[in-house]
């Protein structure tokens, strides 16, 4: 090796150590002993609020002009009441048989003089006199089930209501013969919840004491618009 090679090879590792002192260690295994891991948190959170799951939207269901039946007692008689309201907003037509003080039994009548395939529609709200007459639930249960087939026979869409939650709206009181009225009422919604079949079944606790006008819970202008609030966000309707 001549002089001038030797000098070029002297100058080329000087080179090559320079390089080697100024770049950074590669960590092979961040976990190994010696070596440092570098977790980059914020980028791992940007990734991870960027890549979001797909969620799947629930549709939601224009009825206007569609036809709806409400079968009922007090809860769904008022002139202005949360089934109007309803309709108001949703832009449906309908009719309100619901009338003050009847059972079940009687909505079976009812049903059977006004269902048919003319009807998209049918709101089931009943059984509280029936709890409050010291009926059996699962008796009341059956009849309400009996609308729902009536309803499905006609190709109309039953929709039942177990109403407000009896447990923290009714106020009884002293007065004995409705002690075990609250009771007796939950027990018959759940019923609902758990055996009706062919229909959407609403658990409509959306109101509270406040919204009640009276110990039995008939409700105020603020718990009919919550209750028809509640229904048209749990079936998705469209408001105009």
């Given at each position: 090796m001549?002089?001038?090679?030797?000098?070029?090879?002297?100058?080329?590792?000087?080179?090559?150590?320079w390089?080697?002192?100024?770049?950074?260690?590669?960590?092979?295994?961040?976990?190994?002993?010696?070596?440092?891991?570098?977790i980059?948190t914020?980028?791992?959170?940007?990734?991870?609020d960027?890549?979001?799951?797909?969620?799947k939207q629930?549709?939601?269901?224009s009825?206007k002009?569609?036809?709806?039946?409400?079968?009922?007692?007090?809860?769904?008689?008022?002139d202005?009441?949360?089934q109007?309201q309803?309709?108001?907003?949703t832009?449906?037509?309908?009719?309100?048989?619901?009338?003050?003080?009847?059972?079940?039994k009687?909505?079976?009548?009812?049903?059977?003089?006004?269902?048919?395939?003319g009807?998209?529609?049918?709101?089931i709200?009943?059984?509280?006199?029936?709890?409050?007459?010291?009926r059996?639930p699962?008796?009341s249960?059956?009849?309400?089930?009996?609308?729902?087939?009536?309803?499905?026979a006609?190709?109309?869409?039953?929709?039942?209501?177990?109403?407000?939650?009896?447990?923290?709206?009714?106020?009884?009181?002293?007065?004995?013969?409705?002690?075990?009225?609250?009771?007796?009422?939950?027990?018959?919604?759940?019923?609902l919840?758990d055996?009706?079949?062919?229909?959407?079944?609403?658990?409509?606790?959306?109101?509270?004491?406040?919204?009640?006008?009276?110990y039995?819970?008939?409700?105020?202008?603020?718990?009919?618009?919550?209750m028809?609030?509640?229904?048209?966000?749990?079936c998705?309707?469209?408001?105009?």
């Amino acid at each position: 090796m001549n002089i001038k090679d030797g000098i070029l090879l002297m100058l080329a590792s000087l080179v090559f150590g320079w390089l080697i002192l100024k770049a950074k260690p590669t960590i092979k295994d961040p976990m190994a002993l010696g070596e440092i891991a570098v977790i980059d948190t914020i980028k791992a959170s940007v990734q991870k609020d960027t890549i979001k799951p797909v969620i799947k939207q629930d549709t939601i269901v224009s009825v206007k002009g569609k036809n709806a039946l409400f079968i009922g007692d007090s809860h769904t008689a008022a002139d202005y009441g949360w089934q109007h309201q309803l309709c108001k907003k949703t832009k449906m037509m309908y009719l309100n048989t619901a009338v003050g003080g009847k059972q079940t039994k009687w909505m079976i009548e009812v049903a059977k003089q006004n269902i048919n395939s003319g009807y998209d529609y049918c709101f089931i709200y009943g059984g509280a006199n029936d709890m409050a007459s010291n009926r059996i639930p699962i008796k009341s249960v059956k009849n309400i089930q009996k609308i729902v087939n009536m309803c499905l026979a006609k190709q109309v869409t039953p929709i039942v209501l177990t109403g407000f939650d009896p447990l923290t709206c009714v106020a009884v009181g002293n007065r004995t013969a409705y002690k075990e009225y609250p009771q007796r009422y939950a027990k018959f919604q759940k019923m609902l919840i758990d055996s009706i079949q062919g229909a959407k079944v609403l658990k409509t606790h959306c109101i509270s004491r406040t919204d009640c006008g009276d110990y039995l819970c008939h409700m105020t202008g603020s718990g009919h618009r919550k209750m028809c609030n509640f229904i048209i966000s749990a079936c998705r309707f469209k408001v105009y």
